[in-house]
């Protein structure tokens, strides 16, 4: 063991070590399509597999795309980084990133994020934590998902409960302001 102290930070009367705070995974250039079935025709072009619930979705009037050319930055961030235990269940794990100030991301960032991640791994698993909270009929938060599966990108949609467990590597993309 060291006797090197490591740096603590308190949130919400509970201490995280350096681990808990996470880096700039990317930088996203967002705002430059006119609509969502402009920047989705890119993604047709690039074979990426969508399957209907997330075509539905991206129909939707309500998400609207960034006005305006703009970078933002991204951070990838697991349970296990903020030691929050898979049990503690999304709600916890939601409140921890905001504590840490990171946001959710804008509509776009997934579908921005699947033309632009041309080298994620195979079998990589990425939940984009949106600003438009997406229910489904049994009130579970969705989440777009990223994956690559046999050399082919997939764009798609899962959903968790308040309460509901996941592991704790599983990854989940916010923006860091």
Same mark, same amino acid.
């Not at 939601?94 to 033309?115: N, S, T």
């Not at 438009?132 to 798609?156: C, E, H, M, T």
């Given at each position: 063991?060291?006797?090197v102290?490591t740096?603590?930070?308190?949130l919400?009367?509970?201490?995280i070590?350096?681990?808990?705070?996470?880096?700039?995974w990317?930088?996203?250039?967002l705002?430059m399509?006119?609509?969502?079935?402009?920047?989705c025709?890119?993604?047709?072009?690039?074979?990426?597999?969508?399957?209907?619930a997330?075509?539905?979705?991206?129909?939707?009037p309500?998400?609207?795309?960034?006005?305006?050319v703009?970078?933002?930055r991204?951070?990838?961030?697991?349970?296990?980084?903020?030691?929050?235990g898979?049990?503690?269940?999304y709600?916890?794990?939601?409140?921890? #990133?905001?504590?840490?100030?990171?946001?959710? #991301?804008?509509?776009?960032?997934? =579908?921005?994020?699947?033309?632009?991640?041309?080298?994620?791994?195979?079998?990589?698993?990425?939940r =984009? =934590?949106t600003?438009?909270?997406?229910?489904?009929?049994?009130? /579970?938060?969705?989440?777009?998902v990223?994956?690559?599966?046999?050399k082919?990108?997939? &764009?798609?949609l899962?959903?968790?409960?308040?309460?509901? #467990?996941?592991?704790?590597?599983? &990854?989940?993309? /916010?923006?860091?302001?």
């Amino acid at each position: 063991m060291s006797d090197v102290p490591t740096q603590r930070l308190v949130l919400g009367g509970v201490a995280i070590g350096r681990r808990a705070r996470p880096q700039i995974w990317m930088s996203l250039l967002l705002g430059m399509y006119a609509d969502m079935d402009a920047l989705c025709s890119i993604l047709r072009q690039q074979k990426c597999g969508i399957n209907d619930a997330t075509k539905e979705v991206l129909k939707s009037p309500a998400l609207t795309l960034t006005p305006e050319v703009s970078i933002i930055r991204l951070v990838r961030v697991s349970a296990r980084q903020l030691d929050i235990g898979n049990y503690d269940g999304y709600e916890k794990f939601h409140a921890r #990133c905001l504590a840490l100030g990171l946001v959710p #991301c804008p509509v776009e960032v997934p =579908v921005q994020l699947r033309r632009q991640y041309e080298t994620q791994p195979e079998g990589e698993l990425l939940r =984009v =934590v949106t600003n438009n909270r997406i229910p489904d009929s049994q009130g /579970w938060v969705r989440f777009f998902v990223l994956a690559q599966y046999i050399k082919k990108p997939y &764009l798609g949609l899962c959903g968790t409960g308040p309460n509901t #467990c996941f592991g704790l590597d599983d &990854l989940f993309v /916010w923006q860091k302001p």
